[in-house]
């Protein structure tokens, strides 16, 4: 059993930057995939970027060039570095893990706000 928990969401003004962490209670070895969705009212949950244990990486579109999503198995911790924000960048963020046998973690969410 993994539990997912995320810290560093807050405010920050435009062009500046956050860095999200999230930090599994079992060792994230055993996750083959973890990643960052974010979600605002009304909308679907999306993804922001995922990292395999290969790793691979993807991001969407719409954060490429300032975003950065990097495990550390060692802390069992996945950072998002998020640079050059922007205000709709705004939404809650979610830390997601998925072990090699399918099973799905989200964490709680942590909020991030972008002032213009």
């Known amino acids: 059993q993994v539990q997912l928990g995320e810290s560093g969401g807050g405010l920050a003004q435009a062009g500046g930057s956050l860095r999200l962490s999230c930090t599994a209670s079992?060792?994230?070895?055993?996750?083959?995939?973890m990643a960052w969705y974010r979600q605002v009212p009304g909308k679907q949950r999306e993804l922001v970027a995922s990292?395999?244990?290969?790793?691979?990486?993807n991001y969407a579109e719409s954060v490429k060039g300032r975003f950065t999503i990097s495990r550390d198995n060692a802390k069992n911790t996945v950072y998002l570095q998020m640079n050059s924000l922007k205000p709709e960048d705004t939404a809650v963020y979610y830390c997601?893990?998925?072990?090699?046998?399918?099973?799905?973690?989200w964490g709680q969410g942590t909020q991030v706000t972008v002032s213009s």
């Open positions: 079992g060792s994230i070895v055993k996750l083959h995939a």
């Open positions: 997601y893990g998925q072990s090699f046998g399918g099973r799905e973690y």
């Open positions: 990292i395999t244990s290969v790793p691979y990486i």
